[in-house]
């Protein structure tokens, strides 16, 4: 068990730029999460996966970023036509889904850093 | 909607003194709460969570917290601090019935550690 994994661990990019980010997430999970979390804040849910299935946006996730989850395995992150404003963490989690019952731990990776110029 | 409020931004404590951090959740029904630890470039690692039961719950590291529904908090402790618990702590609650729902986070508590 390698953990979570995320790429690249630190972006700079200029305004106006797309940039995709990539998670790999504990091999057996199914459950995939992206969450942004800007200086002196928690993290805040972007958007979540199923297998492949898309199963929940959070309205701070604008038309300008996209995710997507081809095979159930790993996940991309691309957000196009970069704003300053798009500068934060980029943290991935993944888990394992139960049926019905508690929800389970929520494994984080490190985070893409993302600093737009 | 769920919602955290951690009172403390920053808390600073002496080496081998006691820790409380503070935690408040808002949430209708019977809330899964949680506190995560993020030292600098690290991601967040589970300290302990609460799903039912027993209102005191043993996490790693030493920490416990306890649910209290009529006060609507679940405050992390430790009775005896090390130099390396210095990092940020975030409380986070989660839905019920939907199960793996997304966390909802707290804005954290900043501790520092002095000798």
């Known amino acids: 068990d390698t953990g979570v994994s995320q790429n690249p661990r630190h972006k700079i990019t200029k305004r106006g730029q797309n940039v995709t980010f990539r998670c790999d997430p504990i091999s057996e999970h199914n459950r995939l999460y992206w969450y942004r979390q800007t200086l002196g804040q928690g993290p805040e849910f972007l958007t979540y996966?199923?297998?492949?299935?898309?199963?929940?946006k959070s309205r701070l996730l604008s038309d300008r970023f996209s995710a997507e989850r081809p095979k159930g395995s790993f996940s991309t992150l691309e957000i196009q036509r970069t704003e300053q404003g798009d500068s934060a963490m980029y943290l991935c989690a993944s888990s394992s889904s139960v049926s019905g019952g508690h929800p389970d731990e929520q494994f984080f990776g490190p985070g893409t850093r993302l600093t737009v110029l | 909607a769920q919602s955290v409020t951690q009172p403390d931004i920053h808390i600073t404590v002496s080496e081998g003194a006691s820790l409380e951090l503070r935690c408040n959740y808002s949430?209708?029904?019977?809330?899964?709460l949680f506190w995560y630890v993020q030292s600098p470039g690290q991601g967040l690692q589970l300290l302990l969570k609460y799903f039912s039961g027993d209102t005191l719950v043993q996490g790693i590291k030493g920490f416990e917290a306890e649910f209290k529904r009529s006060q609507s908090s679940f405050n992390l402790r430790k009775p005896s601090v090390h130099w390396s618990d210095a990092a940020e702590y975030f409380c986070a609650v989660g839905a019920e019935a939907s199960g793996n729902t997304p966390l909802v986070f707290g804005k954290g508590t900043r501790l520092s550690v002095i000798a």
């Open positions: 949430y209708g029904a019977t809330p899964y």
């Open positions: 996966f199923q297998n492949e299935a898309q199963l929940e």
